[in-house]
């Protein structure tokens, strides 16, 4: 099975800070994503992936950047964390960008920024 | 581009008796239909999908789906439920062509079910 891990299950942040999410997808995957998570809004798109240092903005890349090095990893930053940004963040993979067999997750990173 | 609608927020069941999770999309192209449950604390797995063939797909832990293009509606169902079926349900709908698979969710629904 695919396994998708993400680094944190929590993490508390000051207002301002920079702060890295980290994905590691252990099979050898195409597709990348990051959505956030919040009540009765369901999930949202902010960015994906379709290779190596390729990124495409979904429906709420602001506040947000991404980085993809190694075809492996999926990191999104926020550049100066603010309260809003205080969510669920969940990352997927998808095996290829040519037919949509569903996403495989991450366990998710409980953000709060204070 | 593709939208999901989950009209209800919350669906309370006995144990043992049937559930129907509702679902609507709307979509320009043909699409893929997605069904996946959340257990508290923990990410999203798949429970079935719809890519073509035949329009009910049975997925894991006896759910099944239905993929009505008249009424573009891909409800999900269970004829007996289960405690441990008490978790949060999203339908998502990606585009057969263009988007790059992108996944558009519902908001969700709670499945709560009661003794």
């Known amino acids: 099975d695919v396994k998708v891990t993400q680094s944190s299950r929590y993490l508390v942040k000051r207002t301002g800070e920079k702060v890295f999410l980290e994905c590691v997808q252990d099979?050898?995957?195409?597709?990348m994503f990051w959505y956030r998570q919040d009540p009765g809004l369901g999930l949202r798109l902010i960015y994906f992936s379709y290779d190596v240092k390729m990124k495409e903005k979904g429906d709420i890349p602001e506040g947000y950047s991404v980085s993809r090095e190694k075809k492996e990893r999926f990191s999104l930053i926020l550049e100066s964390a603010s309260t809003n940004q205080t969510s669920m963040y969940l990352c997927?993979?998808?095996?290829?960008?040519?037919?949509?067999?569903?996403?495989?997750f991450g366990s998710g990173t409980r953000l709060t920024v204070v | 581009a593709q939208s999901v609608t989950q009209l209800d927020s919350q669906v309370p069941v006995f144990e043992e008796a049937p559930v129907e999770l509702r679902c609507n999309y709307s979509?320009?192209?043909?699409?893929?239909l997605f069904w996946y449950v959340q257990y508290p604390n923990q990410g999203l797995q798949l429970l079935l999908k719809?890519?073509?063939?035949?329009?009910l797909v049975k997925g894991i832990n006896g759910f099944e789906a239905e993929f009505n293009k008249s009424q573009t509606s891909f409800h999900l169902r269970k004829p007996s439920v289960h405690i441990s079926d008490t978790a949060e349900y999203f339908c998502?709908?990606?585009?057969?062509?263009?988007?790059?698979?992108?996944?558009?969710f519902g908001t969700g629904t709670q499945l709560k079910v009661e003794l």
């Open positions: 099979m050898d995957h195409e597709n």
């Open positions: 997927a993979t998808d095996a290829t960008a040519r037919k949509n067999y569903g996403y495989t």
């Open positions: 719809y890519l073509s063939g035949s329009t």
């Open positions: 979509s320009s192209v043909s699409v893929y």
């Open positions: 998502a709908v990606s585009g057969v062509t263009g988007g790059g698979n992108k996944l558009t």
